[in-house]
């Protein structure tokens, strides 16, 4: 098992800037993908980012292309959510992923941090 533990958010202006970390254990962080997930309130959680186990490649949902950057750093077992020129509608509570490699679904969740975007 992997236990993932998130940690950066809080509340900043439109136009800000946040980063999120997210703190891994257990197995082979190496083993992993690793997704950025959130959900705002009354909404279905939505992906964010995902990058792959070495740090090559990695994916944006449309709204975030160009001011969020996922990273990852294998030697320290953590994975990081930069997020620029915050909006409003990026309010919501912000959870980080691990995905085995080989396997489609995320199998592994943190507990969430919120990050609130005031306008």
């Known amino acids: 098992q992997v236990q993932l533990v998130e940690s950066g958010g809080g509340l900043v202006q439109a136009g800000g800037s946040l980063r999120l970390s997210c703190a891994a254990s257990?197995?082979?962080?190496?083993?992993?993908?690793m997704g950025w997930f959130r959900q705002a309130p009354g909404k279905e959680r939505e992906f964010v980012a995902s990058i792959s186990w070495s740090g090559d490649n990695a994916r944006y949902v449309d709204s975030v292309k160009g001011r969020f950057t996922i990273s990852r750093d294998n030697a320290k077992n953590t994975v990081h959510l930069q997020m620029n020129s915050l909006k409003p509608e990026d309010t919501a509570v912000y959870y980080c992923?691990?995905?085995?490699?080989?396997?489609?679904?995320?199998?592994?969740w943190g507990q969430g941090t919120q990050v609130t975007v005031s306008s």
């Open positions: 992923a691990a995905r085995d490699k080989g396997r489609s679904t995320y199998a592994y």
């Open positions: 257990g197995r082979t962080f190496s083993n992993y993908a």
